[in-house]
């Protein structure tokens, strides 16, 4: 695969400075205004003002000019013209109106953290010893890389053939009866969900933590400050097998802690799902929220607001 990771992504807000500081405390470290850096992944997101909360752009990290060339003769193909400039390709979604950037740049590597110790029956791995690194840690968790985004597209077949037709994508799963699609530019199970909504719209992003215990602390630490933060979980995926917590940042756009995400190395090996799973979004979890699946400013959305 060419394609090789979610570098970035730029969101517009019309309110940036409480959004900011919402994502600093999230645990992402503002090295200049507006401006984002994750544990392991360098420059992740940027908060930009614009008229309302949406996604304005992505960048796709890429290993040489080949690819850009291929994927700027795919998008051509397609009847979609891409702007070619030194290292990058960029390029204007038609649907969602997100402007993706191509960039080739350096794969990125992230040091193993050694799993916690855990104690299961008949397995006792942790003997004579409190699960410190767990229930007394030191340090406040933080967001190791950018993990997904997800967003609706008013035509997600035509979305999804931009991004994997075009630009390279390659399909995880999907969900034809809701019109939804996960996929990847990267070994991560998805890197970009395709939902289809009545206007494009931001729905989430999410940030990839250690483990599940550093999801549960960095929300409850989140939600405990601010219990109308709180949006959905703790659960796991049934779709992507992640642990997830969402929070709803000042804007209204969801913010997910995940772990544990499904990671495909090998395309054939993967088989694609196409079935509604029968666990539906959640293969555990509290039930979800109606404000979740249609967020409560989807109506000021619509009308051009906030
Ligand atoms: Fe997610």
Not at 118 to 136: I, K, L, M
Not at 157 to 171: I, K, N
Not at 284 to 299: K, T
Request: charged share 25%.
């Amino acid at each position: 695969m060419s394609l090789h990771r979610l570098a970035s992504l730029t969101i517009g807000v019309p309110e940036p400075e409480p959004v900011r500081a919402f994502y600093r405390e999230f645990g992402l470290a503002e090295t200049e205004p507006g401006r984002f850096d994750t544990a392991d992944g360098g420059e992740q997101l940027r908060i930009e003002r614009a008229p309302r909360r949406r996604l304005l752009a992505l960048t796709v990290g890429v290993d040489d000019a080949d690819d850009l060339g291929r994927s700027g003769a795919a998008l051509a193909q397609l009847g979609v013209a891409a702007e070619r400039s030194g290292n990058t390709l960029r390029v204007r979604e038609p649907l969602t109106d997100v402007v993706v950037t191509l960039a080739i740049q350096p794969r990125l590597a992230q040091k193993a953290t050694a799993p916690l110790p855990t104690n299961g029956p008949g397995r006792s791995v942790r003997v004579d010893a409190r699960s410190a690194a767990a229930v007394a840690p030191t340090e406040k968790p933080r967001p190791r890389k950018l993990s997904h985004v997800v967003t609706t597209s008013t035509d997600p077949v035509a979305s999804r053939r931009f991004f994997v037709e075009g630009l390279g994508f390659r399909v995880s799963d999907e969900v034809p009866a809701f019109g939804a699609s996960f996929l990847r530019c990267s070994t991560d199970h998805p890197n970009v969900l395709l939902q289809p909504g009545p206007f494009a719209f931001l729905h989430h992003t999410a940030w990839e933590m250690d483990d599940v215990d550093a999801v549960g602390r960095a929300a409850a630490a989140m939600v405990a400050a601010d219990p109308a933060r709180h949006a959905w979980g703790l659960g796991r995926h049934a779709i992507g097998s992640n642990y997830f917590w969402y929070l709803r940042d000042p804007a209204g756009n969801f913010a997910e802690y995940t772990s544990d995400l499904d990671v495909i190395v090998d395309a054939e090996a993967w088989m694609v799902a196409s079935a509604v799973p029968a666990d539906g979004l959640a293969a555990w979890g509290p039930p979800v929220p109606r404000s979740f699946l249609a967020p409560d400013d989807i109506m000021a959305l619509a009308r051009g607001e906030g």
